[in-house]
């Protein structure tokens, strides 16, 4: 974004420590420096007597001493440029702290580049000569790979992957060439391995089309594992069971007889997921790939380039800097890198800065605060991190007291590369802390992850983000359980654009997950974003004042509280009541908690949606329970019309849309972002726009055009149908296509590849419904009786006789042949559960590729007197597993059971 502000930028002439602010004392840093010297001068003295130190640990030593001397003013460290290779971390403790009149700052000469490295280098390399190993390398490997010996340079610990968890594992030490992370050697080099098949504990293969295993041993049909038989200290990374839960394994064994890997732990997995293995000498297979091994500390790498073009490090110091309980130090300027674990690790202690840093290619997060008060993280560029940027928790929830942490006006990007799912760029926690304008682009997953007490998130930049997942946001509640108290959240003035989730299926702008409550989500601009809010079951949440541009849909509420998320309210409950929510400050700060329990606590009220600009795309969607519960209020919606000759990028068409709309308040577009400051690391600040190729299956399809709805004539029943879940010819019409539906339509109205044929009939006491579903025989099919994951069928029809807005019956049919009839639609529970009565339901899971079922639903339950002048609104649709997981007759542009967008059925005789 453009400058935020016109700032005049003095620097003064005295040198940088005169710029810090009042200071009784200078020290020096250098690379020529001595510690035995003074460090009182900023370059050695031409005898060579006297000069700056030589190391950060002796000035912090030397600063301990200045502390004692009853003088007014601080102390600056002005460290001169170069490289200041680590042999252990940089430890602050209390004693080294400042005050506010006396701080402490330690800071990058004018000018220059001062580089803390938490790594050592590697100069003497040769090429792999060893028969042995040369057998073991990929034929196109033989010859270009170069070997270093790890302990002739000093290096003994040679920790690799470690502490694997979901979502987070611990690389160990690391390879960078060039200040490049390089790439441990993998199979396959890009994407993954299938899982063809699952193994019981005897081995034997699992039939069930959905098989898990605990067993931990699974069959691949590809032949490459073979070469990884023999081999040691090899990890396999991979989403066993889940599409957003990744883990690292170690490789228990290889049987290439039979094609099965077994993993080293019991690990559950299921047919049909994916992984792929690291750390295998064999698969050292193409430039900018390396391989340890630790038992003979030999590291092997293939350079992208000539050694000789730049200098290989590998990460040794872990937490390069760490300030336990430590108060008003800050570090100016400096470049932090190729360390692992977190380059900043503070505990406790306030206001400590981090201001202009570089942190690039660290293990872990760049920065990790944990307690204390008023730290900073402030104009920072961050990048090539494992997992997160920056860490903030801070505040006691039980008090509300504060913890006033700022991350403000950084440049975060691609991050994430080591754990690629929930490290956010930025992790609010605790009470009171900030991230104002930032910008965030290329980071696999969440942008700002946040959660607890008031939090402000505010004109920040963010783009390209959540690329690796779907069910997911940019802006996104992040603990392991959401609560009602979690409120007080300010969302505002912040421009998310060109966000559209894994291979462009769709995630969200802001996600307030599962009944998280009470975020201002004000004064924000969406444009080309998948859909832009979704406020999950939550309460009080107020979207007021935003710019929605060319986004697939501008929001969405839903009231999963009163539904499949009901559990959140044992917790939630409980949790107030820890916290004695009606007793000051809880009752004083949050009032509108005190009656929550007594106001059906899980129905989302409060919400409200007013005073927005819809233009270009989709207005919202609101679940049927939830939608008498929001107030809509003064929005100007125009999805069909972009004005002549502008562009929606422009903000300059913004500022004209907002005065269409009485009462818009303006946005301060120029304000978002980073702004120019002597605190920043670098000036300007770019970044580029993610433009992954989609594959075909998520390439845009055409859409339905408007039109009437599609009425279909339900004959008579032609014989007894029996309700098995095998379709007889006999039974439906001799299964010809003629005679049934075809739904094969997505949400959006696309023609979808995979089709499910449909027959319908009816008699004097039921309607009947049969379905043919083909499905992707390389996906394993979704068994549990859990809709929106799971292969499903699903009838959804109204009454028209019911008046203008009848409730919607939603009757719905599992793979595994469960059979559920929901409220989902927004029907009172007695009507539901009527409709369910007596219902007949069976499925069969034919082949792979095929599973077929077959419903009666009695007209007494339905409420339903079948005549040839009643035109029913009803849909059908299919969940199914893939990049096409909704399939119905007619596509509503949202829920599935949105009948008055579907089609209309008539009982014919």
Known sequence: MATWQALTIVLLALGSCAAAGPVRASLYVAVDGNDAWSGRLSRPNRARTDGPFASLTRARDEVRK????????????????????????????????????????????EGAEVRLIGGRPVADWSRVADPAIMRRLAPAARGKVFQADLRAVGVT?????????????????????????????????????????????????????????????????????????????????????????????????????????????????????????????????????????????????????????????????????????VSHITFRGLTVEAGRGHAFVITGGSGVGVIGCTIRNMGNWAVQVRGGTGHRVIGCDIYGTGQGGIYLEGGDRKTLTRGDHVAENNHIHHTSRWDPVYQQAIALRGVGNSATHNLIDNVPHIAIGFADNDMTIEYNEIHSSVYQSNDAGAIYTSPPDETWSMRGHKIRHNFLHNIHGFEGRGCHGVYLDDCFSSADISGNVFYDVANAILIGGGRDNPITNNLFLNCRQAFSIDARGLGWASSVGGFATQELLDLNYKQPPWSVRYPELTGILEDEPLAPKGNSVARNICWGGKWGWMEAKAEPLVKLEGNLIDAERTPAGQ?????????????????????????????ESPDRASWPVTSELRRDPLPPAARPKPVRKPGPPPTFDIPRLPSAVTVDGRLAAEEWFGLKPAKGLVLQEGVEGGKC?????????????????????????????????????????????????????????????????????????????????????????AATVVSPARWTAEMRLPFASLGLDPNADLRVPLNLAVRKQGDEPWVMWRGTGGCTWLVPEAGRVRFVR
């Open 157 to 325: 610990d040679l920790q690799g992957i470690n502490s694997p968890g979901s979502y987070r594992s611990d690389p160990g030490l690391e390879l960078f060439f060039r200040d490049t992370p390089m790439t441990l050697a993998r199979y396959p080099n890009e994407g993954y391995l299938r899982i063809a098949d699952v193994l019981d504990d005897q081995g034997a293969v699992i039939q069930a089309p959905d098989a898990k295993s605990a067993s931990g041993r699974f069959v691949c049909t590809d032949p490459r594992p073979e070469r990884w038989a023999g081999e040691r200290d090899v990890w396999l990374h991979g989403f066993w069971v889940w599409d957003w839960a990744d883990l690292r394994v170690p490789l228990g064994g290889v049987d290439a007889t039979r094609g099965v890997i077994s993993l080293a732990s019991g690990v559950q997995v299921r047919r049909g997921q994916w992984f792929y293995a690291e750390n295998v000498l064999p698969e050292l297979d193409r430039p900018g790939e390396w391989y340890l091994d630790r038992e003979t500390s030999r590291l092997y790498f293939w350079p992208p380039t000539r050694l000789s073009a730049g200098q290989v490090v590998v990460s040794t110091v872990r937490d390069p800097v760490r300030l336990t309980d």
């Open 66 to 109: 200045l502390k004692s001397e009853p003088q007014p003013g601080g102390v600056c460290v002005e460290i001169a440029g170069g490289a200041y290779p680590l042999a252990a971390p940089l430890e602050f403790t209390t004693e080294d702290s400042g005050t506010p009149e006396r701080a402490i700052e330690y800071r990058a000469a």
């Open 647 to 675: 562009s929606l990028t422009d903000p300059g068409l913004w500022a004209d849309l907002a005065t269409l709309l009485p009462g818009f308040e303006r946005i301060p577009f120029a304000e978002i972002g980073p702004y």
């Open 753 to 841: 590849g995979l089709r499910t044929r449909a027959w319908l009939a009816w008699d004097n006491e039921a309607l009947y419904v049969a379905f043919d579903n083909a499905v992707d025989p390389n996906l394993p099919l979704g068994l549990e009786a859990v809709w929106g994951g799971n292969d499903a069928v699903e009838v959804a029809l109204s009454n028209p006789t019911l008046g203008p807005k009848p409730p919607i019956v939603v009757l719905r049919g599992f793979a595994c042949g469960a059979f559920s009839s929901s409220e989902e639609a927004g029907a009172p529970s007695e009507v539901a559960r009527r409709a369910g009565e007596n219902v007949q339901y």
